[in-house]
Structures are given as C-alpha cells and as structure tokens.
C-alpha cells in the first residue's frame, strides 16, 4: 500500500475513520468518500482538538452525499496539502470562520446543494490560494461582505439572490467567471459590475430581471466573453450596452419578451459569432440590426412572430454558417435572402407556414448566384408543402442531410423524381439531429426514405404507388426533363468529373426489395440501357420561361430596328422631294431674270 495514490471508499457505511488511517500512506493523493451517510468529521470524544485525518500527501478530498452537518474546528487542521475539498450535497447551514482556517493551500471548494444560509466575513480570510468555489443550490440572499481577493470562478446558481447591490463583488476583483443564473433577482445597481474588470463569462439566465438596464452597466468589463441574459421573461425591451466588447463571441437573449431589434442595438458586439434570440416575441427586424455584426456564424431566430425578413438583412453577415427560423409564421423563404450567406452549411425553416420552396424563376437565380451552394443540411419539417420539385434543389449541390416530414406532401410522379434525386444522391432523411455517416450507399439510403414514402404513398394509392416503386429504375420523363436548366459543355463536364471523383463506390448490381419486389440497383462504372444515373440536377438545366422571355426581347430589338429603318427613309424621301421642289423654284426665277 506504500505506493497508493488514489483510495475509493464511496458507497459504504463508514461512519468513524481513525485520524491516523491513512498517515502513512505517503504517495496517498486522491481520497473519495461519496455516499457514506452519517461520517463523523470530528472524534465524538474529543470533538475539539481531535483531526478528521492526518495526511501530509493527500490533495483532493471528497466528501459529497455524507450527511455532514458541520465542519468542527480544526476538522482539517491536519491536511494543509489540500488543494480540493468537496462538501457538496450535505447538511451544512453556515461556513463559520475557523472550519477552513487551516486549509491555507486550498484551490477549489465545493459547497454546492447544501442548505448554507450565511457565510461568515472571515470564512475564507486565511486561505490565499483559493481560485474557484461552487454555491449553488444554497438558500444565500446576497455575496456583499465576503471577501475572496485571488477569486477567479464562482457559481452562486440556484440561490435566493434577489438584488445585486453596488458593492456586491467588490470582494472578488479577480472574477473571472460568474455564474447567478436561476436565482430571483429583479434589480441590479448600475455600479454592480463595475469592479470585474478581469470579468470574461457572465450567466444571468433565469431570473426576473427587468429593463432598461443602465447602458453603461458594463463598460468595464472589457474582457468579457460570453454573456448570457436568457429567459428573463420580464426583459422586453434591448437597449444599447456602452463598452468595448473587442473579445465578447457569445450572447444569449433568448426566452426575454423582445418584441423587435432596432438598428444599432447590437453595434458595439462586433466580433459575436453566437447570436440567440430565439423564443421571443419578435415581430419585426429592422433591416441593419445585424450589419455590424461582420463575424457572426451561429444565428437563432427560431420560435418568433416573424412573418418576413428584409431581403438584405444579411447584407454584411457573410460568414454566418447556421441559421434557425423555425417556429415563426414565415409563409415563403426567398432565395434572394440567403445570397450574402456563401458560407452557410445549416438552415432551419422548420414549423413555418411555407406551402412550397423556391420556384423555377428562384431556382434559376440560385443557380446563377450560386446561393446555398454550400448549404448540406436542411430543415422544412412542419410546414405546409404539397408538392416538391427537383428544381428546388438545383443549386443545393452539397445538401447531405433533409428533413421534410410532417408536411402534407401529394404523391405525384414529381415526389417519385425528387426521392430518386434524393436517394440517388445519398441525401439521407434527417428526423432530428442524426449525424450523417462516413459513407452510405444507395441500398442504404432507400431503406432510410423507405418509412417516408410509405407515409406519404399508402398502400391504397396504387396507381401513384407504381410510380414511386419504379422511381429507382425508371429514368425521367419528358416533363420532368424539361425543368432543367441548360449549361455549357465545358461547365457540364467538369462537374461530371467532380462527381466522378467523389462518389462513393458500391458494389455492382446489388438486389433489393421495395414494396415487396426486387430492384436491381445498376453500378455507377456499368449502365444498363433502360435507366439512367440522375445526375445533378444543374447538368441537365433548361429553364423555359427565362428562354421564352429572351427571345421575346430579342423580336421586340429586331421590330424596333425594322421600324426604325422604316421611319428613316420615309424622312429622306421627303426630305429628297423638298429639296427636289426648291430646287426647281430657284431654276425658274434665275431663268426670268436672265430673259428680262
């Protein structure tokens, strides 16, 4: 036992230890006894000079879930090594000023979920080293009065703080991180933050915090990181924070009754990359809310009243990567929205009212502008969309995962092209937040959309059922070929050969069932001649309302020329007989005067 460095007691009866147990346990440095109710810290003897343990090795202590009431004095007089002490989960009712006197190297302390009342101003007086401590879950009203001055981490969660007072942190100057979330304050004093200019990441989250809070509430804390201000119901109105938030990544307001965000509210957190308003009552966004926003990558708007978005919203927001609308009341998506976004990978329109996604026109401008090019997971879950057309999906090259359940989705022949497309392509259906995997193969896929066609084609639907149990073999047809848009040669064959080089090989000619009959999946290397590979969409494109409208330009240019020539040597005919009749005038006269 010589070499002995971590002893686990947990989960027993023990109620009395020997002082000197573990004395000469030398190497001992980690003792664990969690759960043993009823452990005695003191001798019941001699409670008042007798040591809990003797150790002069051992650094993390725990002592969770013992029913321990109080700390006797000179309990851990005799474990100075100590650098972690966990007491959480006990009986304790007060921190008194001699229990921890003697733990002078202690780092971390965890009085958490205990029924700590008070704490005493010299509780913590002797120990220099202490960096971080837990509070949470004890009935404490307010931390004016303790003094910690090397302070760098306290959670005071789920306590009974009501008011935080202006000299409330004054004794942590070196608060790093501060935790008050879930506790009942309603009012904090302007000043309250001021002392934290060492402050990095603030959570105020669940409480009843009220606005307008003062603007310059946290100009001081010009370290800080992350801020959090979620379901404080009572919020409702954001204003403008003073300061220079130069690292500040992070903010969180959602669940606050926000009913709009102004221009200029958000101007002074421009480097945010998170951004969380979800779960308010927002009804309208101004059109430059989010223009300083240059480095935003995760934005939430979900479960909103939004019922649009300014299409140059995200004008100067081109680095956003996700984006949550779900659960508004949006009734169509444009493209045009997302053009400024190049780099967006997640989207989310989920639980909306949108009755159809981008139409040819849209898709054509998505094409072109190449809009959600890099787009590989969508969300249309809980809308109102009827039919789905492969069109939708013309520039979406690298979508790899789709959710489109629980829409009133018709099967048409339309729905068996798009589920081919789908499958095909290996995009896989996404019923929630499924990582997609490493490789999956076409037999794979189309047992994963399997359970989605069933639904949406019963097996009362025979004659639409055919069509879509034949949509694996069966290439398109002439109308679903005329939705394509037309490329160049040299733009198709290099995308063909960027397809080539990343597809995934299975192996030839594998037999599956569907709808009770077997299909025979053709090899991407061998061809047979009565199907063909769907390739994207974007390969085979020709749009036939912009082709129309072009030619029609094209007659009205050439009618304008011909009316134009037509106009012109009218005007020169006459021209020519005026001159022709001037001329004949001047003869006449010229020869009258001769003869006279």
Same mark, same amino acid.
């Given at each position: 036992?010589?070499?002995?460095?971590?002893?686990?007691?947990?989960?027993?009866?023990?109620?009395?230890?020997?002082?000197?147990?573990?004395?000469?346990?030398?190497?001992?440095?980690?003792?664990?006894?969690?759960?043993?109710?009823?452990?005695?810290?003191?001798?019941?003897?001699?409670?008042?000079?007798?040591?809990?343990?003797?150790?002069?090795?051992?650094?993390?202590?725990?002592?969770?879930?013992?029913?321990?009431?109080?700390?006797?004095?000179?309990?851990?007089?005799?474990?100075?090594?100590?650098?972690?002490?966990? $007491?959480?989960?006990?009986?304790?009712?007060?921190?008194?000023?001699?229990?921890?006197?003697?733990?002078?190297? /202690?780092?971390?302390?965890?009085?958490?979920?205990?029924?700590?009342?008070?704490?005493?101003?010299?509780?913590?007086?002797?120990?220099?080293?202490?960096?971080?401590?837990?509070?949470?879950?004890?009935?404490?009203?307010? /931390?004016?009065?303790?003094?910690?001055?090397? $302070?760098?981490?306290?959670?005071?969660?789920?306590?009974?703080?009501?008011? $935080?007072? @202006?000299?409330?942190?004054?004794?942590?100057?070196?608060?790093?991180?501060?935790?008050?979330?879930?506790?009942?304050?309603?009012?904090?004093?302007?000043?309250?933050?001021?002392?934290?200019?060492?402050?990095?990441? /603030?959570?105020?989250?669940?409480?009843?915090?009220?606005? @307008?809070?003062?603007? %310059?509430?946290?100009?001081?804390?010009?370290?800080?990181?992350?801020?959090?201000?979620?379901?404080?119901?009572? %919020?409702?109105?954001?204003?403008?924070?003073?300061?220079?938030?130069?690292?500040?990544?992070?903010?969180?307001?959602?669940?606050?009754?926000?009913?709009?965000?102004?221009?200029?509210?958000?101007?002074?957190?421009?480097? $945010?990359?998170?951004?969380?308003?979800?779960?308010?009552?927002?009804?309208?966004?101004?059109?430059?809310?989010?223009?300083? *926003?240059?480095?935003?990558?995760?934005?939430?708007?979900?479960?909103?009243?939004? *019922?649009?978005?300014?299409?140059?919203?995200?004008?100067?927001?081109?680095?956003?990567?996700? *984006?949550?609308?779900?659960?508004?009341?949006?009734?169509?998506?444009?493209?045009?929205?997302?053009?400024?976004?190049?780099? /967006?990978?997640?989207?989310?329109?989920?639980?909306?009212?949108?009755?159809?996604?981008?139409?040819?026109?849209?898709?054509?401008?998505?094409?072109?502008?190449?809009?959600?090019?890099?787009?590989?997971?969508?969300?249309?879950?809980?809308?109102?969309?009827?039919?789905?057309?492969?069109?939708?999906?013309?520039?979406?090259?690298?979508?790899?995962?789709?959710?489109?359940?629980?829409?009133?989705?018709?099967?048409?022949?339309?729905?068996?092209?798009?589920?081919?497309?789908?499958?095909?392509?290996?995009?896989?259906?996404?019923?929630?937040?499924?990582?997609?995997?490493?490789?999956?193969?076409?037999?794979?896929?189309?047992?994963?959309?399997?359970?989605?066609?069933?639904?949406?084609?019963?097996?009362?639907?025979?004659?639409?059922?055919?069509?879509?149990?034949?949509?694996?073999?069966?290439?398109?047809?002439?109308?679903?070929?005329?939705?394509?848009?037309?490329?160049?040669?040299?733009?198709?064959?290099?995308?063909?050969?960027?397809?080539?080089?990343?597809?995934?090989?299975?192996?030839?000619?594998?037999?599956?069932? %569907?709808?009770?009959?077997?299909?025979?999946? @053709?090899?991407?290397?061998?061809?047979?001649?009565?199907?063909?590979?769907?390739?994207?969409?974007?390969?085979?494109?020709?749009?036939?309302?912009?082709?129309?409208?072009?030619?029609?330009?094209?007659?009205?240019?050439?009618?304008?020329?011909?009316?134009?020539?037509?106009?012109?040597?009218?005007?020169?005919?006459?021209?020519?007989?005026?001159?022709?009749?001037?001329?004949?005038?001047?003869?006449?006269?010229?020869?009258?005067?001769?003869?006279?």
């Amino acid at each position: 036992m010589d070499h002995l460095e971590e002893l686990d007691l947990s989960d027993n009866e023990i109620v009395n230890l020997h002082p000197n147990t573990i004395e000469n346990n030398g190497n001992l440095r980690h003792l664990i006894l969690r759960n043993n109710p009823g452990i005695q810290l003191a001798n019941p003897n001699n409670p008042r000079h007798t040591p809990f343990l003797v150790s002069g090795s051992l650094v993390q202590l725990i002592l969770a879930n013992c029913e321990i009431k109080d700390i006797p004095k000179r309990a851990f007089a005799s474990l100075g090594g100590l650098d972690y002490l966990d $007491l959480s989960r006990n009986y304790l009712t007060e921190l008194k000023d001699d229990g921890l006197a003697e733990l002078i190297n /202690l780092e971390t302390l965890d009085v958490s979920d205990n029924s700590i009342s008070k704490i005493s101003a010299d509780a913590f007086v002797d120990i220099d080293d202490l960096t971080t401590l837990y509070l949470r879950g004890n009935p404490i009203k307010t /931390l004016e009065g303790i003094e910690i001055s090397g $302070l760098e981490e306290l959670d005071a969660s789920r306590c009974d703080i009501e008011v $935080l007072s @202006p000299a409330v942190f004054d004794g942590f100057p070196e608060l790093v991180l501060l935790n008050l979330s879930m506790n009942k304050i309603k009012d904090i004093d302007d000043e309250a933050f001021l002392a934290l200019t060492a402050l990095r990441y /603030l959570d105020l989250s669940h409480n009843s915090i009220r606005s @307008p809070l003062d603007k %310059f509430m946290f100009q001081n804390c010009n370290d800080l990181e992350t801020l959090s201000l979620a379901n404080n119901r009572d %919020f409702r109105v954001l204003d403008k924070f003073e300061g220079r938030f130069k690292l500040l990544y992070s903010l969180d307001l959602s669940n606050c009754g926000i009913s709009q965000i102004t221009d200029g509210v958000l101007d002074n957190f421009k480097y $945010l990359t998170y951004l969380n308003v979800s779960g308010n009552n927002i009804g309208h966004i101004d059109a430059n809310a989010f223009s300083a *926003l240059t480095h935003l990558v995760n934005l939430d708007l979900s479960k909103n009243r939004l *019922l649009g978005l300014n299409s140059h919203i995200f004008l100067h927001n081109t680095m956003l990567n996700r *984006l949550s609308v779900a659960g508004n009341m949006f009734k169509h998506v444009p493209a045009i929205l997302f053009q400024p976004t190049i780099d /967006l990978d997640y989207l989310d329109v989920s639980n909306n009212r949108i009755n159809g996604l981008w139409n040819l026109s849209e898709s054509f401008v998505m094409k072109n502008k190449n809009i959600l090019g890099r787009l590989s997971t969508l969300n249309v879950a809980g809308n109102k969309i009827r039919k789905l057309h492969m069109h939708s999906f013309i520039s979406i090259t690298q979508l790899a995962r789709l959710d489109i359940s629980n829409n009133p989705i018709e099967c048409t022949s339309d729905f068996s092209h798009m589920m081919q497309w789908l499958i095909l392509n290996r995009v896989i259906p996404n019923r929630g937040n499924n990582p997609r995997p490493v490789e999956v193969s076409v037999i794979d896929n189309n047992i994963q959309w399997d359970q989605f066609i069933k639904e949406v084609c019963p097996e009362g639907k025979t004659d639409k059922i055919e069509k879509t149990d034949k949509m694996l073999h069966q290439p398109l047809d002439e109308e679903a070929q005329k939705i394509t848009l037309k490329t160049d040669s040299a733009q198709i064959d290099e995308e063909e050969s960027d397809a080539d080089s990343n597809r995934v090989q299975v192996q030839p000619r594998p037999i599956i069932t %569907f709808r009770g009959e077997p299909i025979e999946i @053709p090899s991407f290397d061998d061809i047979p001649d009565h199907m063909e590979i769907v390739e994207p969409i974007e390969n085979k494109s020709v749009v036939i309302w912009p082709v129309f409208t072009i030619w029609c330009a094209i007659a009205l240019i050439v009618l304008a020329i011909a009316n134009a020539t037509i106009i012109a040597v009218r005007r020169w005919k006459r021209y020519d007989r005026i001159k022709g009749k001037e001329m004949f005038g001047q003869s006449d006269t010229s020869h009258n005067v001769c003869w006279l």
